[in-house]
């Protein structure tokens, strides 16, 4: 399996993933982690809308900074998935 395979780039990006989650007690990694959280949590959303493969997942969006929910914001709403609906959930905090 390729993810096994030192020379693969899965194993590099998946190295570069474990590097990042040994760090949570710095602010700004803490934030980019929720931020590629939200974004997984939002292509799950999309591609298995009734959670047949993977069950709800909540959203943390009281822990994102204001940089972090402007990121996810540009992120889902300008540039790489603007297939997706109801982006706003995404990004602001429950009841605004």
Not at 23 to 50: C, S, W, Y
Not at 58 to 74: A, P, T, V
Request: aromatic letters at 8%; one cysteine or more.
């Amino acid at each position: 399996m390729a993810i096994h395979d030192p020379n693969s780039k899965i194993d590099i990006w998946v190295k570069k993933l474990e590097e990042l989650f040994c760090t949570t007690d710095d602010k700004e990694n803490r934030q980019r982690i929720l931020v590629f959280g939200v974004i997984v949590v939002a292509l799950i959303d999309h591609f298995d809308p009734n959670n047949k493969i993977v069950r709800k997942r909540e959203i943390y969006s009281n822990k994102l900074s204001e940089k972090s929910k402007r990121s996810i914001q540009g992120k889902l709403l300008n540039a790489h998935l603007p297939f997706l609906k109801e982006k706003e959930k995404y990004f602001k905090k429950k009841g605004t």
